[in-house]
């Protein structure tokens, strides 16, 4: 008995650790590694209750509503080694996809549809071209030329009022190309040759040059323009804003000659302010030898015109001062020589054949003057002075038609 005692004593701590299951006992639900098991049905001795049994979930009833889904424990961030955010560890829901055969499919235009919707938004002429060409027998034809047509006219009307107001030649080049042979035609041609002139008037920028202009195209948009270029206060004004332009102080200048407006010392002030500001010009030195002449200081005015014709031997005007100071000092040979260089590429100048005519009427009587009074008498203008002058020299030589 004693033994047997002595031997439990022993064996006892080596199973006190060890979990005695029944063979009868029910099967407990596990966790993990655990058997849960409640907590009075455990031993003394080892260490506490497990873990609680998880409670039961019932079924679910067919026939009741659903409920919200279940909320799901968020899981941690997706990080990299420096420990930014990579990506959201739960995925976005994706659209629920559609059924292909619920869609329509779309109609596709034909070619036809398709010109037709450019013609009717743009119905320029190369548009009604291609549709007229590519469906002859299209039931939509007489729409797309009436649409055109009016297109057309909307065109001429457009360009033809802008080509009025202020006619350039690419304006006027664009007309007739778009619209050759429609109404107004011509006189958009008219006035592409009015914009061609005032552009080299424009650009020579000389009084001489608009008022020419002014004189040639008096119905002309720019004749307005032309005629106020020419004046003295234009030249005047831009004077102002340019004091040291020579080219402007010799085109005030030129203008008061022209339209006789100015004081003769106002001409001279503004020759001698261009001559100082461009030493080299020839019309400045020109202008000064004229004023010098007018005033009777032929001297002066042979050293201006000397001084002119050696920066350049062909001047026609420094010629043709020359040739009435020799004239004066009763040198015909001399003055014949200058005005047959003064007529040389101008043979039309009134004044110049009239004083060669009374050169030569001296030097060689009627006969060798005779020609140059008649074309003086047919190239004047109305109104010149040299007309009348050349038919008395003609009626003084016997020649018929002097009296016109």
Not at 335 to 349: K, N
Request: proline content about 12%; glycine content about 8%; some cysteine.
């Amino acid at each position: 008995m004693g033994r047997s005692i002595l031997l439990l004593l022993v064996l006892f701590p080596a199973c006190a650790g060890r979990q005695v299951v029944d063979p009868g006992a029910r099967a407990l639900p596990l966790i993990g590694d655990e058997v849960m098991k409640p907590a009075g049905d455990l031993p003394e001795g080892t260490g506490g209750p497990l873990p609680a049994a998880r409670p039961k979930v019932p079924p679910a009833d067919p026939g009741a509503p659903p409920g919200p889904p279940p909320i799901l424990p968020e899981e941690p961030p997706v990080t990299d080694d420096e420990g930014d955010r990579v990506r959201s560890p739960r995925r976005e829901e994706e659209p629920p996809l559609e059924d292909p055969g619920d869609e329509v499919p779309a109609e596709i235009p034909s070619p036809e549809e398709v010109l037709l919707a450019q013609v009717r938004l743009d119905p320029n002429p190369e548009l009604c071209e291609t549709f007229a060409a590519s469906f002859p027998r299209s039931p939509h034809r007489g729409e797309v030329g009436e649409a055109c047509r009016e297109a057309r006219t909307q065109r001429r009307q457009l360009l033809l009022s802008r080509i009025r107001k202020a006619p350039t030649v690419p304006l006027c080049d664009e007309f007739l190309r778009e619209l050759a042979g429609a109404p107004g035609h011509l006189e958009v041609r008219r006035l592409r040759v009015q914009a061609v002139a005032w552009g080299k008037a424009a650009r020579r920028d000389t009084a001489a040059g608009y008022r020419a202009f002014s004189l040639s195209y008096p119905e002309s948009p720019f004749g307005p323009e032309a005629e106020a270029r020419s004046e003295p206060p234009y030249w005047r004004r831009r004077g102002e804003e340019n004091p040291d332009d020579g080219k402007v102080a010799l085109q005030r200048a030129v203008s008061c000659l022209a339209t006789g407006r100015c004081l003769l010392a106002e001409v001279e002030e503004s020759f001698l302010r261009a001559l100082s500001l461009s030493p080299r010009s020839v019309p400045a030195r020109v202008g000064v030898a004229r004023i010098a002449l007018d005033q009777g200081r032929l001297e002066q005015a042979t050293e201006h015109l000397e001084a002119a014709l050696a920066l350049d031997p062909s001047d026609r005007e420094a010629h043709f001062l020359l040739g009435k100071i020799a004239r004066r000092r009763e040198d015909c040979p001399k003055a014949l020589m200058h005005f047959d260089r003064a007529l040389e590429g101008r043979p039309d100048q009134v004044e110049v054949l009239y004083m060669r005519g009374r050169c030569r009427l001296r030097e060689g009587g009627c006969r060798w003057a005779v020609e140059d009074f008649r074309r003086a008498l047919a190239l004047a203008p109305p109104g010149s002075r040299f007309a009348p002058a050349a038919a008395a020299e003609l009626r003084l030589c016997g020649v018929a038609g002097g009296g016109t």
